[in-house]
């Protein structure tokens, strides 16, 4: 079985694809749509070629991807398409839609599925083989870590002063309750953020500030518990994967529709599935099912189109 990723150079989108394939072909094709303007589009190669193995099962995600795949399902003779997003281009043969993207009228249309934000390729299992490693770096005296993950403004949430002291007061109020902290910035992260957190800087925080390698795997297989600002969708739906309580930190909004988007896909975590909680300055343990949605996503296709996984 030949499987192949078209998605954009994102590590998001491709990440996505890959969690999924992975199902059906540990080491699938990753094809990648890079976005080029003007002559500069003369020049690159192209994505795929005729000569090329056809491919079973293409996952793709982005809306760069979708003319890629929609050519290469007419170029192959039919492969299997299967897209991480609403599709702007008809044709596929399922589509996954997050659960904060779902409009009424998908209910109506047998290929398309809900799912709970976006599929990655962690589970607790992955997890439990770094902790031990983990914990040895960042709590050799067994201390209880939570880990927090910053992003940066977005069009719903905004990174500014209010924000900033909103994470210091958190931070300096999960010392005072013993706990060690583990602070993440991410690729959105700002040079205001990252100054603003580096004061925090103390035998009771550790921060990687995109100085040295990324030790996101290890703060994370580390974690007791996770504190998380709401700019991000995938940041806690990876930190589900580890079983460990996930607290959501509120931070200065932006009015809007992309707002209202992230605001709904909270409160579903929270309200709705119970996945989540708002942090009040405690971090207190509760037991939930992690979701696996690369997992329920593969046995879908493999119950749809009888693909074995």
């Known amino acids: ?3 192949w990723t078209i998605s954009e150079p994102k590590i998001g989108t491709l990440s996505q694809c890959v969690s999924v394939a992975r ?10 749509v890079v976005p080029r303007r003007g002559l500069r589009r003369l020049f690159d190669p192209p994505l795929y070629t005729k000569g090329e193995t056809a491919p079973t099962l293409i996952v793709s995600c982005g809306f ?3 003319k890629r795949v929609v050519k290469a399902k ?23 839609v997050s659960r904060h993207d779902w409009k009424p009228d998908f209910d109506r249309r047998p290929s398309y599925h809900p799912m709970i934000g976006v599929p990655h390729r962690f589970t607790e299992s992955f997890w439990e083989t770094r902790r031990q490693s983990a914990r040895k770096t960042y709590s050799a005296d067994n201390a209880r870590v939570v880990t927090v993950l910053l992003g940066g403004s977005n069009g719903a949430y905004a990174y500014d002063d209010s924000t900033h002291a909103t994470i210091k007061r958190a931070v300096e109020s999960l010392i005072g309750g013993g706990w060690k902290v583990l602070i993440s910035v991410s690729r959105r992260s700002s040079a205001d953020t990252l100054s ?3 004061v925090l800087r103390s035998p009771q925080v550790e921060i990687w500030d995109r100085v040295g390698p990324n030790p996101y795997l290890d703060y994370v297989a580390a974690a007791d518990a996770f504190l998380i600002a709401k700019d991000s969708v995938t940041m ?22 992309r707002l209202a988007k992230f605001e709904w896909y909270h409160s579903d975590l929270q309200n709705t599935l119970a996945l989540t909680r708002p942090f009040e300055g405690a971090l207190t343990p509760y037991d939930y099912q ?16 009888g693909f074995r996984r």
């Open 23 to 32: 199902h059906f072909e540990p080491q699938p094709i990753e094809k990648v």
């Open 236 to 257: 806690p739906c990876e930190a589900l994967s580890t079983g460990k309580p996930v607290y959501i930190l509120d931070i200065t909004r932006i009015p809007g529709d």
């Open 74 to 96: 007419e170029m192959f003779g039919e492969p299997m398409i299967v897209h991480l997003q609403p599709p702007v281009i008809p044709g596929y043969d399922l589509s996954f």
């Open 64 to 66: 760069r991807a979708e």
């Open 1 to 3: 079985m030949t499987v």
């Open 196 to 198: 603003a957190v580096s």
């Open 290 to 305: 992690s979701p696996d949605e690369a997992l329920r996503i593969s046995k879908i296709i493999e119950q749809t189109h």
